[in-house]
């Protein structure tokens, strides 16, 4: 079982900046990293993800406020968030595909509430 330890989840007035962060044990190969979040009532929804070469892929709805980076090294991957709205509250999923089995582990959720 691999286990992801997440952090950075809080709550933050609109238009303020978060950091998610998302930690694989360093001996686990990695493929692609992600976010995916969850609104009360909603699906789960991909928010970004990036490549283990680094090409990354965002929801419309996040495009120029979120950037998603990842650091190798350390098997971590970040999510800035900038210019959070309301809209943007939902518990926050880290999301890691192993290398050679593909197969997605996921973290435990982080919740990120925007107050308007």
């Known amino acids: 079982q691999v286990r992801l330890v997440e952090s950075g989840g809080g709550l933050v007035q609109a238009g303020g900046s978060l950091r998610l962060s998302c930690a694989a044990p360093t001996i686990f190969r990695i493929n692609a990293m992600g976010w995916y979040r969850q609104a009360p009532g909603k699906q789960r929804e991909l928010v970004a993800a990036?490549?283990?070469?680094?090409?990354?892929n965002y929801a419309d709805s996040v495009k120029g406020r979120f950037t998603i980076s990842r650091d190798n090294a350390k098997n971590t991957v970040y999510l800035h968030m900038n210019t959070l709205k309301p809209e943007d509250t939902a518990v926050y999923y880290c999301?890691?595909?192993?290398?050679?089995?593909?197969?997605?582990?996921w973290g435990q959720g982080t919740q990120v509430t925007v107050s308007s």
């Open positions: 990036i490549t283990s070469g680094g090409s990354t």
């Open positions: 999301n890691v595909r192993a290398l050679y089995s593909n197969y997605d582990y």
